[in-house]
């Protein structure tokens, strides 16, 4: 077996480097860290703050272990050199998406794209990263089912983050069910528990009636259903068993 | 987890939920977070308590050590207060001096317990002009989740509620005896979110704050000490608000300052 | 550490081979792990060791403050040791003292033994180490609960950091000395350990020993962080079978 992200091979023996939950997908080995900061990976869609502006680039805090530099040039508007606080400022909320890791610890980031843009109205959520995985579900099913029964927009973030826009009630109801994931993400039943909650707080004026008008995000473009990749597949039979967990320096 | 910057986007979001009277948490505007006191965490010290408040957490400890009475003061004891936010409370610790928000902890704490005569000073001479005990009353944020002043006045009084003299290791008598504490003041601190005051901010609400206050308040129905702090304005009807909650709250607290747990 | 001349020696020793606290030569004190218990920080870890409580904080990795400290090729690890100021039975003047100093930098090369910084350049893993109340041994308390913060932050490492101090009382070699012990005996010797390579990352020592001695001392102390280890990685099984720790004691 080779050694993947999370472990390390010494004496001809792989060890582990996290703890966290083993991943086998011949030939390679990995193990999945539980907690930690967000680890960015290559076309990850992310929500930052930013926390410095330059004269050609801002800086986003991603909740990695580096800011990200989103350059002028890696946005759909037109931006003259010194003349990036017209666009963002110091606070600003945006969705991007990770382009290229460099050996430096550079994190490339661009906001060219669908469903990229800067976020207005609503709120942030903050989860684990680890939980993004079940906050999406398998195919996408708890995603869908979140969106369909409070009307919210929702933008998940594979940092840890999550955009909800819509109505007060609806902000409240996706929070709580973040809530509920982050507390249960590892106990089986997660998606009844989910359901049954959803439809227990569901507002009667709504059932069966019109949707509530919903705040549309992006001023740019209109917002994208997250298409996430398969979600890790160790992370989500988590939701069968108790967790294989390693730690570090276990073989 | 907290960050080094907040997303303006949430702020609006804490601010709009103000208005209705919500919080991000779903509590009222005058209600606290869970609270929890255990005293005697700390062995080594004379007398100690643990606060929790929601996610912050607050250590206070108790050293008596016989000191020198100040020259303009021979016939008393010395009280002294320092709050340390350590840095693994929260990441928005800068190495370096104390910084001005923990100074102001510190002294808002002692404020509140030397106005209110929180312990007789003159019981802590010894002889006068030569000998007295020095009460050291040393503060550790150990995280950092919002209303610190609250959570390290409470771990403070609490663990003068439950401090022993050490009289007779450092042979001053033939037995250690209870500290005397007389009066028990509570400081309830409050938050302005646009027209809302909102009672015990979560480090968010603080963030999102127009202005915040504090109130002390002792068992006998008196105020004994205030701070204003962050930057905003009260108006004086807001502030006989506060004053009639910080001694609804204060009442529920001290009870728990005196006898611990929740 | 501790005023030697003012109290009477305590016998340290039974004659049928028990410490002042009941003990074997070979037995650690009564050790409770939590993993998890701060809100803040990345990684966290609560330990009760005998009479010692130690808390221990993860922040990383993250950009480097001040910048000029920051390596272009890995993260640089910064490791602060405290001790509240009424952890000790004399109340400690808060601030950094020489004492404190030198902990933080054995610990944290231990740490940069281990760690592997290389896989985040330009940034920093921040660990900090309170002592909260201290009986002997919280050099060792500490980087037990800094090793369990670091796999709680999902830092990646060689190995988790049991560590120990073996010293010597009454002409006897013994495992994990506790204050009196540490006051009144005859040597000391704090070791870290990782058990992957068997290797030792932290070790001091001060006192008298025989080269025999010194070498009985570290097999014992091996022994004992083999012991601590098994114990530190069933806490942190336990963090994730039962989810997040609320902060409890």
């Known amino acids: 077996m080779k050694p993947g992200p999370g472990t390390y091979r010494t004496g001809g023996k792989v060890y582990a480097s996290v703890l966290g939950l083993l991943s086998e997908r011949p030939p390679l080995v990995s193990v999945i860290p539980l907690s930690g900061r967000y680890i960015p990976k290559p076309n990850d869609l992310v929500i930052g703050t930013v926390t410095d502006v330059q004269g050609t680039f801002w800086l986003l805090d991603i909740g990695a272990p580096r800011w990200a530099p989103l350059h002028m040039t890696g946005t759909p508007w037109q931006v003259e050199i010194g003349e990036t606080d017209r666009f963002l400022r110091v606070g600003d909320a945006v969705v991007v998406q990770v382009e290229s890791l460099e050996a430096t610890g550079r994190i490339g980031v661009t906001m060219n794209g669908e469903g990229l843009g800067k976020l207005e109205g609503g709120t942030i959520v903050r989860i684990s990263p680890a939980r993004i995985p079940r906050v999406v579900g398998r195919n996408g099913s708890m995603i869908a089912t979140i969106r369909e029964h409070t009307g919210a927009e929702v933008v998940v973030g594979q940092n840890g983050r999550v955009w909800v826009g819509g109505s007060p009630e609806a902000i409240h109801r996706v929070s709580e069910v973040l809530r509920i994931i982050e507390a249960n993400a590892q106990h089986s039943g997660l998606t009844e528990r989910v359901e049954s909650y959803l439809l227990a707080t569901m507002p009667t004026t709504v059932r069966g009636s019109e949707p509530p008008p919903v705040e549309h995000a992006h001023r740019d473009a209109p917002p994208r259903v997250l298409d996430s990749a398969e979600p890790d597949e160790v992370a989500v039979d988590a939701e069968d068993d108790s967790p294989d967990t390693i730690e570090p320096g276990e073989q | 987890m907290s960050e080094e910057v907040s997303a303006e986007i949430l702020t609006t979001h804490i601010l709009d939920l103000a208005a209705e009277g919500k919080r991000l948490d779903g509590r009222g505007p005058d209600e606290y977070r869970p609270i929890s006191v255990e005293p005697g965490f700390v062995a080594t010290a004379d007398g100690s308590a643990l606060v929790r408040i929601g996610d912050t957490a607050v250590l206070s400890g108790i050293k008596l050590e016989p000191g020198k009475p100040f020259a303009d003061t021979p016939n008393a004891g010395v009280l002294t207060t320092n709050a340390e936010l350590i840095p693994l409370s929260s990441p928005t610790f800068e190495p370096g001096p104390p910084q001005p928000g923990a100074i102001e902890v510190s002294r808002v704490v002692d404020r509140a317990i030397r106005a209110a005569e929180t312990i007789d000073l003159t019981r802590l001479c010894v002889t006068p002009g030569e000998k007295s005990w020095v009460c050291y009353v040393d503060i550790h944020v150990l995280d950092h989740s919002g209303n610190l002043i609250d959570a390290a006045s409470l771990a403070a009084v609490s663990a003068l509620a439950h401090a022993t003299v050490p009289a007779k290791r450092f042979e001053v008598a033939e037995a250690d005896y209870p500290l005397a504490v007389n009066h028990f003041p509570i400081e309830c601190t409050f938050v302005r979110l646009g027209d809302t005051i909102v009672v015990d901010p979560t480090f968010d609400e603080e963030r999102a704050a127009q202005g915040r206050i504090t109130v002390a308040t002792d068992e006998a129905g008196q105020v004994v000490a205030m701070q204003k702090g962050l930057v905003g304005a009260f108006s004086p009807d807001d502030v006989k608000d506060v004053v009639r909650r910080a001694f609804q709250h204060g009442e529920r607290h001290r009870a728990l300052a005196k006898g611990g747990s929740s | ?249």
């Open chain 3, 1 to 249: 550490m501790g005023s030697v001349g003012a109290k009477e020696v305590p016998v340290l020793l039974s004659p049928e081979g028990l410490r002042i606290d009941g003990r074997k030569l070979d037995e650690l004190r009564p050790i409770r792990l939590q993993v998890g218990t701060l809100h803040n920080a990345d990684g966290s870890a609560f330990v009760e060791w005998g009479a010692n409580k130690v808390m221990a904080a993860v922040y990383g990795p993250r950009e480097v403050h001040p910048r000029h400290l920051q390596q272009n090729n890995k993260a640089v690890i910064q490791c602060k040791y405290n001790m509240a100021a009424f952890a000790v039975d004399e109340r400690k003047r808060p601030g950094l003292d020489r004492r404190s100093q030198e902990i933080s930098k054995v610990i944290g090369e231990a740490f940069e033994s281990v760690v592997f910084a290389e896989e985040y350049p330009r940034t920093s893993i921040d660990i900090y180490i309170e002592v909260l109340q201290a009986n002997a041994g919280t050099r060792c308390a500490g980087l037990v609960a800094a090793s369990m913060a670091l796999a709680d932050a999902g830092i990646p490492m060689v190995d988790l950091l049991p560590a120990v101090a073996v010293g010597k009382v009454a002409g006897k070699i013994a495992l994990d000395l506790k204050k009196e012990e540490d006051n009144f005996g005859e040597a000391d010797l704090p070791m870290a350990l990782v058990p992957q390579s068997g290797r030792l990352v932290l070790l001091q020592m001060e006192g008298h020993m025989t080269e025999e001695e010194l070498a009985q001392a570290l097999d014992l102390g091996v022994q004992g962080c083999r012991e601590i280890y098994e114990k530190m990685k069933q806490a942190l099984r336990e963090r994730y079978s039962t989810g997040p720790v609320g902060g409890s004691s």
